[in-house]
């Protein structure tokens, strides 16, 4: 299959990539193109229009929805699908969405024109209504990266099923600590809330039991409910758990072989905690349940309940969002608001450092930037003295081996951006990368990412060079007389912006804009030492 534009005389045979409105009606996307059609393309005024080329083995659209459809769907769910390419999932029954929003994720980042959106995770949903939709954006597909996505589907249970909804007897366990009308008052309110959150979940609340806040009477009220043949049971305490270490999860764990989460990031609500042991599930409601507003929390606690089998990476997800975005501060705390200033008056924020990674290290002969060095690979001490340095923002511009790098990187906070089209060479690494800074950003350090001894103090001496109101600026690093990478650059200049190649020593553009160059120095050449060769990479042994 390959999709390119043709002239109206060149697509006869050839099919449509999108749909075209014609005065007599619609051709739909795929539509295999007649004389007729050229005709009457030729009577619109048309001159060229966009076609897909079918090659042998290429899938027809029905057929590759057919497939993907039935490879995503699971239990409880149909689907229906169309000419314009978007196949609708729905509900057979009623029920919970069951799915990964990890998963759909990575379908979405790792798939090329075929979408998966969805109706959120754990929600209920009825019988007849759409629970997601897959946009098949090309008219045919190619078998083998059909085939592909297929095997890499194939290793997981079905992404989109509907857990249809069965009743569930539930003991609640009430901790008392205080024993007094505030923690009754509290608890009527949180059970208030915990049964019109679960309503639709045919929990039949059957039995209550009371344990004083040790470890022992809170076991003992949890081996009594699961005597009693309840499913679930819910604890509710007026004390926040502090760590796993703290009286009621270590009570839990005494029971419970399978805990299969003991914290959730929900602010004022962390302590949330779920055990499970064969069929029977625990969950231990924050204390301040009936007070947060969270999304988050609320589809963790039906992931709990409908979910059969827990593990602990089903509550792996990072909340970050403040989920009460209307909330507003109380009068008292007006009063003790803090102001900020803004971004940094010196500028040092203004300038960022874009560390370049996506090379093929050919010249090398292996993967340098991969490269073992003091514990981390070769590409992290550029990325780490960037962030270390007075920056505003640091981009790496990634290649070939993104998804090492990005894993290599774990939680440092910078911002990855993978470049596609890294075969061509640097200079597409540079204007990607100098294309993803903010308007804010003056200036842009370009640092190649095999210089292990670039520091922070040096970089932070190239942006105290920089003068943040000359409209066009170069601050090159310096040996005695020769020049060397990093590089920076103002913004006026970003069109130009290039680094300085190895065995060379300027690039025709420093030499063009020598007049508006400034010079950071370093004091021996070890300092911008690069990794280039075989030769070099030994000396990092």
Same mark, same amino acid.
């Given at each position: 299959?390959?999709?390119?534009?043709?002239?109206? @005389?060149?697509?006869?045979?050839?099919?449509?990539?999108?749909?075209?409105?014609?005065?007599?009606?619609?051709?739909?996307?795929?539509?295999?193109?007649?004389?007729?059609?050229?005709?009457?393309?030729?009577?619109?005024?048309?001159?060229?229009?966009?076609?897909?080329?079918?090659?042998? @083995?290429?899938?027809?659209?029905?057929?590759?929805?057919?497939?993907?459809?039935?490879?995503?769907?699971?239990?409880?769910?149909?689907?229906?699908?169309?000419?314009?390419?978007?196949?609708?999932?729905?509900?057979?029954?009623?029920?919970? $969405?069951?799915?990964?929003?990890?998963?759909?994720?990575?379908?979405?980042?790792?798939? &090329?024109?075929?979408?998966?959106?969805?109706?959120?995770?754990?929600? /209920?949903?009825?019988?007849?209504?759409?629970?997601?939709?897959?946009?098949?954006?090309?008219?045919?597909?190619?078998?083998?990266?059909?085939?592909?996505?297929?095997?890499?589907? %194939?290793? &997981?249970?079905?992404?989109?099923?509907?857990?249809? #909804?069965?009743?569930?007897?539930?003991?609640?366990?009430?901790?008392?600590?205080?024993?007094?009308?505030?923690?009754?008052?509290?608890?009527?309110?949180?059970?208030?809330?915990?049964?019109?959150?679960?309503?639709?979940?045919?929990?039949?609340?059957?039995?209550?039991?009371?344990?004083?806040?040790?470890?022992?009477?809170?076991?003992?009220?949890?081996?009594?409910?699961?005597?009693? @043949?309840?499913?679930?049971?819910?604890?509710? *305490?007026?004390?926040?758990?502090?760590?796993?270490?703290?009286?009621?999860?270590? +009570?839990?764990?005494?029971?419970?072989?399978?805990?299969?989460?003991?914290?959730?990031?929900?602010? !004022?609500?962390?302590? /949330?905690?779920?055990?499970?042991?064969?069929?029977?599930?625990?969950?231990?409601?924050?204390?301040?349940? +009936?007070?947060?507003?969270?999304? $988050?929390?609320?589809?963790?606690?039906?992931?709990?309940?409908?979910?059969?089998?827990?593990?602990?990476?089903?509550?792996?997800?990072?909340?970050?969002?403040?989920?009460?975005?209307?909330?507003?501060?109380? !009068?008292?705390?007006?009063?003790?608001?803090? =102001?900020?200033?803004?971004?940094?008056? *010196?500028?040092?924020?203004?300038?960022?450092?874009?560390?370049?990674?996506?090379?093929?290290?050919?010249?090398?002969?292996?993967?340098?930037?991969?490269?073992?060095?003091?514990?981390?690979?070769?590409?992290?001490?550029?990325?780490? !003295?960037?962030?270390? %340095?007075?920056?505003?923002?640091? $981009?790496?511009?990634?290649? @070939?081996?993104?998804?090492?790098?990005?894993?290599?990187?774990?939680?440092?906070?910078?911002? #990855?951006? =993978?470049?596609?089209?890294?075969?061509?060479?640097?200079?597409? %690494?540079?204007?990607?990368?100098?294309?993803?800074?903010?308007?804010?950003?003056?200036?842009?350090?370009?640092?190649?990412?095999?210089?292990?001894?670039?520091?922070?103090? =040096?970089?932070?001496?190239?942006?105290?060079?920089?003068?943040?109101?000359?409209?066009?600026?170069?601050?090159?690093?310096?040996?005695?007389?020769?020049?060397?990478?990093?590089?920076?650059?103002?913004?006026?200049?970003?069109?130009?912006?290039?680094?300085?190649?190895? &065995?060379?020593?300027?690039?025709?553009?420093?030499?063009?804009?020598?007049?508006?160059?400034?010079?950071?120095?370093?004091?021996?050449?070890?300092?911008? /030492?690069?990794?280039?060769?075989?030769?070099?990479?030994?000396?990092?042994?």
């Amino acid at each position: 299959m390959k999709s390119s534009e043709v002239s109206i @005389g060149k697509a006869l045979g050839m099919r449509l990539l999108n749909s075209l409105r014609l005065d007599t009606g619609i051709l739909p996307k795929g539509h295999v193109i007649t004389e007729e059609d050229v005709l009457m393309f030729q009577i619109m005024g048309l001159k060229r229009i966009a076609v897909v080329e079918v090659k042998t @083995g290429d899938v027809e659209l029905k057929t590759a929805q057919g497939m993907i459809a039935a490879k995503l769907s699971g239990d409880n769910v149909s689907y229906v699908l169309s000419d314009e390419g978007v196949v609708k999932i729905v509900a057979a029954v009623d029920g919970f $969405f069951i799915s990964d929003e990890k998963r759909i994720e990575k379908f979405n980042v790792f798939q &090329n024109y075929i979408i998966l959106n969805t109706t959120p995770c754990y929600c /209920f949903v009825k019988k007849g209504e759409v629970i997601a939709k897959i946009d098949f954006v090309l008219p045919v597909y190619a078998s083998e990266e059909l085939d592909a996505l297929i095997v890499n589907l %194939s290793g &997981n249970s079905a992404l989109l099923s509907v857990q249809e #909804i069965e009743a569930k007897k539930v003991g609640v366990i009430y901790v008392d600590f205080y024993d007094d009308k505030e923690e009754k008052k509290h608890f009527t309110k949180t059970l208030s809330k915990l049964i019109k959150e679960t309503k639709k979940m045919e929990l039949e609340f059957a039995k209550e039991y009371h344990a004083a806040y040790d470890e022992k009477s809170i076991a003992n009220a949890i081996v009594n409910v699961m005597k009693d @043949g309840c499913d679930v049971a819910f604890i509710l *305490s007026s004390v926040r758990a502090v760590g796993n270490e703290d009286i009621l999860p270590v +009570a839990v764990e005494s029971l419970f072989d399978n805990v299969a989460v003991k914290y959730i990031d929900v602010v !004022e609500a962390s302590d /949330f905690l779920v055990a499970t042991k064969k069929d029977f599930k625990l969950l231990s409601l924050p204390k301040n349940y +009936a007070n947060v507003s969270s999304a $988050f929390l609320n589809e963790m606690l039906v992931k709990a309940i409908v979910k059969e089998k827990l593990l602990p990476q089903d509550f792996y997800v990072r909340n970050n969002f403040l989920e009460n975005s209307s909330e507003k501060l109380t !009068e008292v705390e007006s009063k003790k608001l803090i =102001h900020v200033s803004g971004r940094d008056e *010196s500028g040092e924020g203004d300038v960022a450092v874009v560390v370049l990674a996506a090379g093929a290290s050919l010249r090398a002969k292996q993967d340098k930037l991969m490269k073992d060095y003091q514990g981390k690979p070769l590409f992290y001490h550029a990325v780490m !003295e960037a962030v270390k %340095s007075k920056a505003g923002l640091v $981009f790496l511009v990634t290649g @070939g081996k993104n998804e090492e790098m990005t894993a290599a990187i774990g939680e440092l906070d910078v911002n #990855i951006v =993978h470049n596609l089209s890294h075969r061509e060479g640097v200079k597409s %690494s540079i204007r990607l990368g100098l294309n993803h800074l903010p308007s804010f950003c003056k200036g842009a350090i370009l640092l190649p990412a095999d210089m292990p001894n670039i520091t922070a103090t =040096h970089l932070n001496k190239m942006i105290k060079k920089f003068d943040k109101t000359q409209e066009k600026q170069v601050v090159v690093t310096m040996f005695e007389q020769n020049k060397f990478n990093p590089i920076l650059w103002s913004r006026d200049l970003f069109a130009y912006a290039d680094v300085v190649p190895e &065995n060379s020593d300027v690039r025709p553009v420093l030499v063009e804009f020598e007049d508006v160059s400034v010079a950071a120095k370093v004091k021996t050449i070890d300092d911008v /030492f690069d990794v280039t060769y075989p030769a070099d990479l030994a000396k990092l042994d």
